[in-house]
């Protein structure tokens, strides 16, 4: 495999279908899109990231459950979600995501809001927090210094996806109604750094 | 955050639930269970990994769907099942998973089943496959040497999950049917390191 690339003002491209396996009507994007009923489709069914990273949004304007989208195809709303709990099969909305170089990514994590309490500073991906040595299943707070990072409610990058980047909220997100609009509960168990 | 520690003979132990939230009847163990139906269980619906790396699977003696287990709370099904299109609520075998040193893992794919084919060394973790220079969104075989490893269907560590080790199947997997009875497809486009 080649070394990371470096990076750099890459294009971004999405396209995507309003039937599932890429079927039906067919849309691309370079940029972000704030609606998709504005291009006549009722949701997003399925997907191919060609260039980038994006997230995409529940709700339109950017709101309520976030899906991560590195490069890649998705077949169907099960590709991209990560919470089978929360069964409302829809994607409104979605942006590009500011990816740093993978070495030079970097967030601290605070034991409660407000940046208070034992920190952890973090430069890698950890599908465990706890066998990292984080003694709890929550995070109350997170200084984002550099990159984009998808935080998840359980090990192994399972459950609600947070995105939290550097750029966004100047990397300050210091209570959980910060890290999205679907948030309920401080339960962070695993943290990685978003690919592009 | 401390150095990730170093591989030792460390202790494993998982505690199981028969009821979401942890509740109802609990059982621990610090080895494999070929079956919860030993226990008395009719399925395992709460987790908590307390030490270790540990693979559930959905039928007893270590069949059907995987499921990748590192330290932390899963408070239900949802939490460790990556595939929501596969709706079988069930986890009745699961045994712990020998981690190598994260910086020792090695892995090498093959576009290819029986190891033909364009070829890529793998000693990190991919969310997207075809982010670092992988144009397919399948591999065909894999040679581990050294660690645990998942690979996942799709982007994000999202979809199926099999679970491929070094010291199983003298870490040489040919075909997808060699990667778990409930493979059905070359399709993967995730693959990361599995953390103890």
């Not at 069914?45 to 309520?64: D, L, T, Y």
């Not at 430069?123 to 200084?143: I, K, T």
């Not at 990058?157 to 948030?183: I, N, P």
């Amino acid at each position: 495999m080649p070394d990371r690339p470096h990076h750099s003002a890459s294009l971004t491209q999405i396209v995507v279908w309003d039937q599932e396996g890429f079927q039906g009507r067919r849309h691309e994007f370079t940029a972000e899109c704030p609606s998709v009923l504005e291009i006549g489709f009722e949701t997003v069914r399925s997907i191919k990231v060609q260039s980038g990273a994006w997230v995409g949004f529940e709700h339109a304007g950017f709101q309520g459950q976030q899906f991560v989208l590195e490069r890649g195809e998705y077949p169907s709303w099960e590709a991209w979600s990560g919470n089978v709990a929360y069964h409302v099969e829809r994607l409104t909305s979605f942006r590009p995501v500011a990816c740093a170089n993978h070495r030079d990514s970097r967030m601290t994590i605070f034991e409660q809001e407000n940046f208070l309490g034992r920190k952890g500073e973090l430069s890698d991906d950890y599908p465990s927090l706890q066998a990292m040595g984080w003694d709890n299943n929550e995070v109350g707070s997170f200084r984002v210094h550099c990159g984009a990072w998808v935080c998840s409610q359980f090990p192994g990058y399972r459950g609600y996806q947070y995105v939290l980047e550097c750029d966004h909220h100047s990397g300050d997100y210091k209570h959980f109604r910060e890290w999205g609009s679907h948030a309920q509960t401080f339960q962070i168990q695993s943290i990685r750094r978003i690919q592009q």
